[in-house]
């Protein structure tokens, strides 16, 4: 018997019509791409004729092809610099690369561009983990009675400080999400929490000008409080592990306008550092200086930034460009000195000498390219980006070659202005390439971390930006600002991620470990977000 075929297939039809042809796809346009080094603008490889439709992903592994220098293929990030006469003021000064060139670039409303460009696109790589953003509240865990102040992680992200207006400090397990030790002793609010590089100590610095130091490990103290101050403290920072791996030393700053840094060991303070004329702010151990023996960054109220050499503490520079109280400074070395020895792999150490070899190692892997930069943040609604040491390793050191010649005077690398509001809040990215400042005007701006130029403008708060802090990978940033959310920021699109509501008043304090971010306000409740 003969094999029946099927009938025909019924053509579908809308109300008696039938369907319309499908459209043939569009033909895509060949384009010539020029990958550039976004570091120094040098070319990674000749340019290449490709047809613009190419994914992004297709993109980084032609990158990772014709790049010979890396063996493992390296994660890239893309973007095309705008001209300048197509730059709205306020809009992104760059376009990144999410899909692919022909629906990013050339369909970009500024119409800046055409299929007969040189597309010089910039690349950037990224690091090899992906931190995932939080979407949800894991824990709201109570305990302060009054407005918590300060967050911090542990350098391993294993312990959480809080320090609350109770006069108390708290450690929480982030195992767990459970509270773990009460730290009472101040007799003031507590204003700042610091934890030493290597997690063997905690500082807090309180109200009644007191600096105490406790062990995490069992929640007691280490001796009685560290006093001399006559006001209270403002901030406090511990000595980097790799300049001083056994018995760090710590400085505190206070609204007595001094820093006083303290020998751990002795329990005594080392020296007094008295120039500024007005509260200090900001105290912050850099990892520097002119013989890599470390600098001390202090930004005060009398409109000043000052750089101590932290050995002897004797003034190396006044830096006096601000027009009002500097609230506010940022290392691009703060995330290494912060973790120490600890790297994303979490490896143990054994020796403190090991400990500070590692340390030595992610430091100098960070300043290579660009030197310790610093970036001061004021109440005139301006920052500034300094480079004071250029980086040891680079043969020229034509920042104090180029000062010498001006008589001794550092000028800023570039002056960061669009803010309309005081700057409350200024933060580096792990690895350097960016900066994200915060303000009273609701918004959040994204800087170049090398140039200081204006990147994109984060809108979406509607009251004042108190606090930022940026994911280990540099991808994501999250903001805590006074209309009690939390915002998580996609940096490859400059827009919103995530938004985090769920506290019931105006959030003070955020910070970002791994995946988890930890939030505190005066609601008084921390709670914990996690994927």
Sequence with gaps: MATLLPPPKRQKVYHGVPAPEPEPPKQSPHIVVQFVNEEDGQPLAPAVNLPANVSREGLEAI??????????????AFHISLPADATTPGAPTRIAISKSIEEDVLSHPSQAFTPEDVFVIHCAPQAVFKVRPATRCSSTLSGHTSPILCASFSPTGNLLATGSGDCNARLWDLFTETPSHVLSGHKGWVLCVEWEAMER??????????????????????????????????????????????????????????VRVWSTLTRRCEYTLGGHTASVNVVRWGGGGLNGKGVLYTASSDRTVRIWDAERGRPLHTLKDHAHWVTTLTLNTDFVLRTGPFDRLGKKTTSDSEAQTLALKRYNALVSTAGEL?????????????SLFPSRTSPSSDASAAAAERGGKLKPLARLTGHQRQVSHVAFSPDGRWAASAAWDNSVRVWDGRTGKFVATLRGHVAAVY???????????????????LKIWDLKTYKLKTDLPGHTDEVYCVDFVADKLVSGGRDRTVKIWKN
């Design 374 to 386: 610093l970036i001061t943040g004021s109440d005139d609604h301006t920052l500034f980006l300094w």
């Design 63 to 76: 990158v990772n092809k014709l790049n010979t220098k890396d063996e493992d293929p390296v994660p890239f």
């Design 201 to 258: 100590k905690l500082a807090t610095g309180g109200h009644d000008g007191h600096v105490r130091l406790w062990d995490p490990k069992t929640g007691k103290p280490i001796g009685d409080a560290l006093k001399g101050h006559t006001k209270w403290v403002t901030s406090l920072s511990w000595e980097p592990i790799h300049l001083n791996p056994s018995a760090p030393r710590l400085a505190s700053s206070s609204k007595d306008g001094t």
């Design 467 to 485: 606090r930022l802090a940026w994911s280990a990978d540099s991808r994501l940033l999250v903001s805590a600002s006074k209309d009690s959310t």
